[in-house]
């Protein structure tokens, strides 16, 4: 498992200021965010995503690229059975002892067993885009989630990722002071 970039400063930007006259840039606006792999084991993705609140959950392929941005909730819904993930309202015949079984279908899946990847394509954007571009392809991809990348030739580091509470943060500004 992967836990991101971890040299990078504590509010998430470069150590380097944006460039003059450049303004905010998606690097500058990415913060360190865990990844798990295809080969990862689910229920350790699971944990990852529980223990650390994370909106969704980045999946990196074998070569490190980003796969898939899977929201928190297409998760839980993978782990229900399907007559409840089709109809809601039959959750509440059911008591309290399905509940400690959900975790248990987890058990000797990969992630890529476990996560529905091929409907959740990765938003993914260079260190040079601008806010908005990042709030945009956050917005037609539904994300919670846009990782930034720096590709140097076939290679492609992943630099963090920018969540939809660190844009609208940006997008915000500082609190005005009373």
């Not at 720096?150 to 580091?157: K, L, N, S």
């Amino acid at each position: 498992m992967s836990l991101g970039p971890s040299e990078r400063p504590p509010h998430g930007g470069t150590p380097f200021p944006p460039a003059e006259g450049q303004g905010v840039r998606a690097r500058d606006l990415a913060e360190p965010f865990p990844a798990v792999t295809t080969d990862d084991a689910a229920i350790d993705a699971a944990r990852l995503l529980a223990e650390r609140s994370l909106p969704a959950l980045l999946v990196l392929d074998a070569d490190g690229r980003p796969d898939a941005v899977v929201p928190g909730p297409a998760l839980i819904r993978r782990l229900l059975p399907a007559h409840l993930a089709e109809v809601p309202s039959l959750a509440g015949a059911f008591g309290t002892e399905l509940d400690a079984e959900l975790a248990d279908d987890l058990a000797g899946l990969t992630v890529a067993d476990w996560v529905p990847r091929h409907r959740y394509p990765p938003p993914v954007v260079g260190p040079d885009a601008r806010p908005l571009e990042v709030a945009t392809l956050m917005a037609s991809f539904h994300s919670p989630l846009v990782a930034v990348i720096e590709r140097d030739g076939d290679a492609v580091t992943l630099l963090g990722g920018v969540s939809a509470t660190r844009l609208l943060r940006h997008f915000l500004g500082p609190r005005p002071r009373p």
